[in-house]
């Protein structure tokens, strides 16, 4: 083995797991070198880029959908095993996580305002540093979780605390921001609220304009700007009680409707700041139900939370129809497994707490601030 040249020992170290090839790090410099490479990471890259990643349905304390076994990180067992340290570590029941992102980071919001930013595969765990008291912090609701990523490295992370207020004629929005790249928390107010989406270094949420329509506003943490990007709802101009959701698929925001009284269910992708007609599906019965999640990597499967059979439901828009009591097997031979029992909610309710978390192509280590 010793005869082997680099480029023989990236081709072997490529065709690990991520967390096989994390721990042969441990073995001696050369493979230190060559894990971290960028080359290696192109060759991992190319050998995997039909696989797909390890993901969950999470809510902010439970894991209730796992798949996991895939070829990308060989994971035996489900991401919600793996956060559980976090209890281990805390000693208690109250970690709530609060914001999910697409570089397998998650922000957990912890009692008296204090806030940690972990990896659960490799158990890394940052503190945050205490809000200073003049920010009044209890005002503040947690919003999410950005990142900064460039060149496939993870370079930074911003944590967002949101007050939403109306001023005069238009909407406000104050945030509270701390920086890993700064190391410190600052107050910033966006001109211009359900769990926003991530992605991309930018925040997503549902939000209501002045004329009472519902839309989509957006921000860019990582831009000098201070104004935010609303955009309408494709169906805006029509009924105001679709039941509405916006997640993310494939690397975009997607919106999905329905209508109770109507047996068809849309699907939206926005793209260059327009919204997209993804797919539109005929039902064989009023729908009924609330979306969960739908699949990171495949915008043909959601999972939504049936309140006439208070269960799990899975729906493929390739076959246009729905399975209840979701317990089965994905088609790649992975583990796709369906936790617990969802809490009953009132059908009032358009929306739900549910976020999706799902590891990434790559393994980041959590950035420190400067000090």
Same mark, same amino acid.
């Given at each position: 083995?010793? $005869? ?12 690990? #797991? ?27 890259? $190319? ?5 797909? @990643? ?17 070829? =990308? ?34 922000? =957990?919001?912890?009692?008296? +305002? ?14 945050? #540093?205490?809000? #200073? /008291? ?63 989406? @991530?992605?991309?270094?930018? /925040? ?26 609303? =955009?309408?709802? #494709?169906? @805006? ?59 990171? +990597? ?27 009591? /979701? ?31 799902? /590891? ?12």
């Amino acid at each position: 083995m010793e $005869s082997f040249t680099e480029d023989l020992w990236e081709m072997i170290l490529a065709r690990l #797991p991520l967390k096989s090839m994390t721990s042969s790090k441990l073995v001696c410099k050369q493979w230190k070198a060559i894990v971290e490479s960028p080359l290696l990471r192109k060759i991992f890259d $190319s050998h995997h880029q039909n696989s797909q @990643s390890s993901w969950s349905l999470m809510d902010r304390e439970h894991e209730v959908m796992a798949h996991y076994g895939c070829e =990308i990180w060989g994971l035996s067992r489900s991401l919600g095993s793996y956060i559980s340290f976090l209890n281990e570590k805390f000693e208690t029941e109250k970690v709530r996580y609060v914001s999910y992102t697409e570089v397998g980071l998650m922000l =957990i919001g912890m009692p008296a +305002f204090s806030y940690y930013v972990a990896n659960p595969i490799s158990r890394q765990c940052v503190e945050l #540093p205490p809000i #200073p /008291l003049s920010l009044e912090v209890h005002f503040f609701g947690v919003s999410g979780l950005v990142t900064r990523i460039e060149n496939g490295l993870l370079l930074g992370y911003k944590v967002v605390l949101v007050r939403t207020r109306c001023i005069r004629s238009n909407v406000s929005i104050d945030v509270l921001i701390y920086s890993s790249e700064a190391g410190l928390w600052s107050f910033k107010t966006i001109h211009y609220s359900a769990l926003p989406v @991530s992605l991309k270094g930018k /925040l997503y949420w549902r939000g209501m304009c002045l004329d009472g329509k519902e839309a989509v506003v957006s921000h860019d943490f990582y831009a000098e700007s201070e104004q935010c990007l609303i =955009i309408h709802f #494709p169906d @805006s101009e029509k009924n105001p009680y679709f039941r509405r959701a916006v997640t993310a698929s494939q690397g975009f925001i997607m919106y999905i409707n329905s209508y109770k009284d109507d047996l068809s269910l849309r699907v939206w992708r926005l793209k260059s700041g327009e919204w997209q007609i993804v797919s539109e599906i005929l039902l064989e019965t009023a729908f009924d139900c609330i979306l969960l999640g739908m699949n990171p +990597f495949d915008a043909n499967k959601m999972y939504f939370k049936s309140d006439v059979h208070t269960c799990l439901t899975f729906t493929n828009l390739l076959h246009k129809g729905a399975k209840f009591g /979701l317990k089965e097997r994905s088609s790649f031979g992975h583990t796709l497994s369906f936790e617990g029992v969802l809490v009953p909610q009132k059908i009032e309710r358009l929306y739900s707490n549910y976020s999706t978390f799902f /590891l990434p192509r790559w393994l980041y280590r959590i950035p420190s601030p400067p000090s």
